[in-house]
């Protein structure tokens, strides 16, 4: 099994950036998929789950503005970040969750900065 | 949400050292807890599930106890490979918070 984010970059305050977690050797429908960020020289932040269902839940910190989906096709969960701060700046992580966070990508990383 | 705190933040150790290191949660989470090793550069890779097994991968110098609110995991002798960060996490409720990480630094 094995979790490859991509999409982070550059992006201005206020700005959108979209993030994708493929994910290879499972089935995005059947699991628990999770982001977690770590910001440069912190400690993780548990951002959203979306269950196999479909359903959704999201930290306090970015809700109403990260929405997280995914798209059987393609195997992939997707992050929609919108109004991004600079303390949004981070390493982005997907994550399967079983008993615990068992599968873990590399991470992607998303810079929020003028 | 359930607080996770984690203690030492860091701490400075030798190999062949036991270290134990301690989370608090803010409320009773039975033993849904999790521990995880991320070392530099690389994403965690969890250790412990529902407080005391052992993920297939980890030797037996590793342990975690606890029920309820207090959780300890313990190195009995410590390797130069575990120097690393080491996170709990519950999941006992959403959002699955992470305590804030304890360090391990060669003395």
């Known amino acids: 099994m094995q979790l490859a984010e991509s999409g982070g970059d550059l992006v201005h305050p206020g700005g959108s950036l979209r993030l994708s977690c493929t994910a290879s050797?499972?089935?995005?429908?059947?699991?628990?998929l999770t982001w977690v960020r770590q910001a440069p020289g912190k400690g993780l932040e548990w951002l959203s789950v979306?269950?196999?269902?479909?359903?959704?839940y999201y930290a306090d910190s970015v809700k109403g503005r990260f929405f997280v989906s995914r798209d059987q096709t393609n195997n992939t969960m997707y992050l929609q970040m919108n109004s991004l701060r600079p303390d949004d700046t981070a390493l982005y992580y997907c994550?399967?969750?079983?008993?615990?966070?068992?599968?873990w990508g590399q991470g992607t990383l998303v810079t929020v900065s003028s | 949400a359930i607080q996770l705190t984690q203690s030492p933040s860091a701490l400075a150790v030798s190999v062949g050292d036991r270290v134990t290191i301690t989370c608090r949660a803010s409320q009773g989470i039975s033993t849904d807890l999790a521990w995880y090793q991320q070392q530099p550069g690389r994403p965690p890779k969890v250790l412990i599930y529902?407080?005391?097994t052992l993920e297939s991968w980890v030797p037996p110098r590793f342990s975690g106890s606890g029920v309820g609110t207090v959780f300890t995991l313990t190195i009995s002798s410590l390797l130069p490979e575990d120097f690393a960060t080491y996170y709990c996490?519950?999941?006992?409720?959403?959002?699955?918070?992470f305590g804030q990480g304890t360090r391990l630094e060669m003395k």
């Open positions: 996490q519950q999941f006992k409720t959403y959002p699955f918070t």
């Open positions: 050797g499972l089935t995005v429908t059947d699991n628990y």
């Open positions: 529902d407080a005391s």
């Open positions: 994550a399967r969750e079983a008993v615990a966070l068992d599968y």
């Open positions: 979306i269950f196999a269902d479909g359903r959704t």
